[in-house]
């Protein structure tokens, strides 16, 4: 899946189950119908993107994305090359691109296999529930380095598992 799309599925999916988020993207991938992005984008209204699901911040967030894209701001070539500190620059001055967003993009995108995603609530959490205060969970995933993204793989199919006591 080209960036663009990419980043418009992280922020449709952002703060959601991933039940939801797929039943969100799904409708989303229906209405676009196979059409670019961007050309998508300039004939679709507002009401027929909440349609799918979206909010109406989301909608604002991927039209900004299929503007971004239009301007060359998202060529994946570039964006790649970038270390991850001028990654997460280079997205979140994308309306609706925040740090998670980039941390997805980087991990699932990107495949970086050292990004500890601190503002992923689950991740968080679980770390926590395995070693203790927030503070110890920081220098736990710190110790992770270079794999940090593979420990939050790893977390979250734990949870999606259900092999975690509550």
């Known amino acids: 899946m080209p960036l663009p799309e990419k980043l418009c ?88 691109v925040g740090p998670w967003t980039a941390d997805m993009i980087g991990i699932f995108y990107c495949g970086d296999p050292d990004i500890w995603p601190d503002g992923d609530l689950v991740a968080q959490r679980t770390l926590q529930q395995l070693v203790g205060r927030r503070s110890t969970t920081i220098r736990v995933a710190a110790s992770f380095s270079p794999w940090r993204s593979r420990l939050a793989m790893a977390l979250w199919r734990a949870v999606d598992s259900n092999v975690l006591p509550d």
């Open 9 to 96: 599925q992280a922020v449709a999916g952002q703060q959601l189950s991933v039940s939801a988020a797929h039943t969100i993207w799904t409708r989303f991938e229906d209405l676009r119908d196979g059409r670019p992005l961007v050309t998508f984008l300039s004939r679709v209204d507002d009401q027929e993107l909440r349609g799918c699901g979206l909010s109406f911040a989301k909608v604002r967030s991927i039209r900004a994305i299929g503007e971004a894209a239009k301007s060359g701001q998202l060529e994946a070539d570039r964006v790649m090359r970038l270390d991850h500190v001028e990654r997460t620059a280079c997205l979140t001055k994308i309306r609706g």
